[in-house]
């Protein structure tokens, strides 16, 4: 699987949009991304995943760039509830082969 | 949506002894598992892939006659650990692959706390 780097960490007021980003410069043609996060001491939530079209969902927004080296997450309007380390994975969607987690990013909403 | 349900969320153990975890996917048949554990600030480390009907694959480095996997169904599997020390302190958390072979993600339980003393 292709290696991601996210910024390890970020802060965003609350009520304004948090913008993730994640660079996957070596991702290759049948990988997808998908995001997790994980807030304090609970497992990781699924958020969303995409092949190359942006994708929406009722939590957050994909945005994935035409060459597909980069993606960003958007939470549209982050609540505090929203702090939490942010995983960006990228991914052959083989069945029975786990997810590989990364340090991931720390966002941390404030009030 | 797919649920996984893992029990209990916390336990507090002596050392020497051995503590069961259980994974459990509620709405869904999972031939495969997964176990991981996360140490204090890092990121999860997957320690040993589970299949239904046969022998658990470990990671390199991780003991499988202490962490003692069993996957005997389509919707449970369980995490031994056998002998308890103070090192084995962790987070452990388990997750489910939907059978339907998609690219959808995977479902995460919510983790057990394990704290030998």
């Known amino acids: 699987d292709a290696k991601t780097t996210q910024p390890t960490s970020m802060d965003c007021a609350e009520g304004r949009a948090a913008n993730l980003p994640c660079n996957h410069s070596?991702?290759?043609?049948?990988?997808?991304v998908y995001w997790y996060r994980q807030i304090h001491s609970q497992g990781p939530q699924y958020i969303i995943h995409g092949l190359k079209n942006n994708e929406t969902n009722e939590m957050a927004s994909l945005i994935i760039t035409e060459d597909r080296k980069s993606s960003t997450l958007i939470l549209p309007h982050a609540t505090l509830r929203d702090t939490a380390v942010y995983y960006c994975?990228?991914?052959?969607?083989?069945?029975?082969?786990?997810?590989?987690f990364g340090p991931g990013t720390r966002l941390s909403v404030l009030p | 949506g797919a649920v996984v349900s893992q029990h209990p969320s916390w336990v507090i153990c002596k050392s020497g002894t051995s503590v069961k975890i259980e994974c459990r996917s509620l709405?869904?048949?999972?031939?495969?598992m997964f176990w991981y554990r996360q140490f204090p600030k890092q990121s999860l480390m997957l320690m040993a892939t589970?299949?239904?009907?046969?022998?658990?694959?470990?990671e390199q480095g991780v003991e499988k006659d202490k962490f003692l996997i069993n996957h005997a169904s389509l919707t449970l599997s369980t995490l031994t650990v056998t002998s308890a020390h103070p090192e084995d302190s962790s987070f452990y958390i388990c997750?489910?692959?939907?059978?339907?072979?998609?690219?959808?993600?995977?479902?995460f339980g919510s983790g057990t706390r394990l704290t030998v003393v």
């Open positions: 589970s299949n239904e009907g046969s022998k658990a694959t470990y």
């Open positions: 997750s489910a692959a939907p059978g339907t072979g998609g690219n959808e993600g995977y479902t």
């Open positions: 709405d869904f048949q999972a031939t495969t």
């Open positions: 070596t991702i290759s043609g049948n990988e997808y």
């Open positions: 994975i990228v991914r052959v969607p083989n069945y029975g082969q786990n997810f590989v």
